[in-house]
Nanobody
């Protein structure tokens, strides 16, 4: 299993970013996936998840601002992040629950 996250960067408050997670080594379309994040000094937390059928759920802190999606043909999961806030600053990880596998993480920094 390999998960390659990309798309992080530095933006100002109110800005947008799109994260991507390219997956390989498993039957991508048959499984749910998720994004987690870890801010400095805090525990890793679930941000958003998507089932194999495309059903989504979100942490309360990102509802209405973030959108998780997937493209099974490209074996890629996305996280569209809008109206970013400084408290969204964290390393974002893609996660495959089926094998408890983590991507390498991508840094998102939001300045006020």
């Amino acid at each position: 299993v390999q998960l390659q996250a990309s798309g992080g960067g530095s933006v100002q408050s109110g800005g947008s970013l799109r994260l991507s997670c390219a997956a390989s080594g498993f039957f991508f379309s048959g499984y749910g996936m998720a994004w987690h994040r870890q801010a400095p000094g805090k525990e890793r937390e679930l941000v958003a998840a998507i089932t194999s059928e495309g059903v989504t759920n979100y942490a309360d802190s990102v509802k209405g601002r973030f959108t998780i999606s997937r493209d099974n043909a490209r074996r890629t999961m996305y996280l569209d992040m809008n109206s970013l806030k400084p408290e969204d600053t964290a390393v974002y990880y893609c996660y495959f629950p089926g094998r408890r596998a983590w991507g390498q993480g991508t840094q998102v920094t939001v300045s006020s």
